[in-house]
């Protein structure tokens, strides 16, 4: 199973990114996914949620700003980042229930379910 993210990269105070996460080796349309973020010298920290129906969750730093959203058809699923926020730096990893077998992967416990992630990320910089 392989989670790739992408995307990332360097936007003002303000401007946007949008991040892209290609999942394969599982039944995508069947899972929740997740993304998530590790700024400098702090710990993962859930960002938002989307279910295999549709149905989004958003961490109140971020809600009006970022909106995630999946084709299922590519099992693919985006992050749509606007108005960045200095505080938005960090690295993103893209996360799903599906646990997979013979990867060695992160776990992170939410309110919303325990997702796993072993991608490398995607770094974001906010920065004028």
């Known amino acids: 199973a392989q989670l790739v993210e992408s995307g990332g990269g360097l936007a003002q105070p303000g401007g946007s990114l949008k991040l892209s996460c290609a999942a394969s080796g599982f039944l995508f349309s069947n899972y929740a996914m997740s993304w998530l973020r590790q700024a400098p010298g702090k710990g993962i920290e859930w960002v938002s949620i989307?279910?295999?129906?549709?149905?989004?969750e958003y961490t109140a730093s971020v809600k009006g700003r970022f909106t995630i959203s999946r084709d299922n058809t590519k099992n693919t699923f985006y992050l749509q980042m606007n108005s960045l926020k200095t505080e938005d730096t960090a690295v993103y990893f893209c996360?799903?229930?599906?646990?997979?077998?013979?990867?060695?992967?992160?776990?992170?416990?939410?309110?919303?379910?325990?997702?796993?992630?072993w991608g490398q990320g995607t770094q974001v910089t906010v920065s004028s």
């Open positions: 989307i279910r295999f129906g549709g149905s989004t």
């Open positions: 996360a799903t229930e599906f646990r997979p077998a013979g990867v060695r992967s992160m776990m992170v416990a939410t309110a919303f379910g325990t997702y796993y992630y």
